[in-house]
């Protein structure tokens, strides 16, 4: 129970994703079976990873379709391009 209390505590200015994310973490340390939540934010990141190695005229489709499915909001999406082009 200690550690279920330090991920609660530890994770309190985080956003709802990361809450329920320490909270599974440390739930899956008494139940195994737990299915494993990962980041979205690394998520994002292995997506723009797999679409770099696309065909070029395919990159920005594909990167806008990761935009919409992960919330990315509109100004934040100029970083994440650059690299693509």
Do not use: S
Request: glycine share 8%; net charge negative; proline share 6%.
């Amino acid at each position: 129970m200690k550690r279920l209390f330090e991920e609660l505590d530890d994770g309190h200015l985080t956003c709802a994703n990361g809450r329920l994310a320490r909270l599974l973490n440390a739930l899956q340390g008494y139940d195994l079976t737990l299915p494993l939540v990962e980041d979205p934010g690394i998520l994002l990141q292995n997506r723009m990873a797999a679409i770099a190695h696309m065909p070029l005229h395919e990159r920005l489709e594909a990167a806008r379709n990761a935009f919409e499915e992960f919330g990315v909001p509109k100004d934040e999406q100029g970083a994440w391009l650059e690299p693509l082009l």
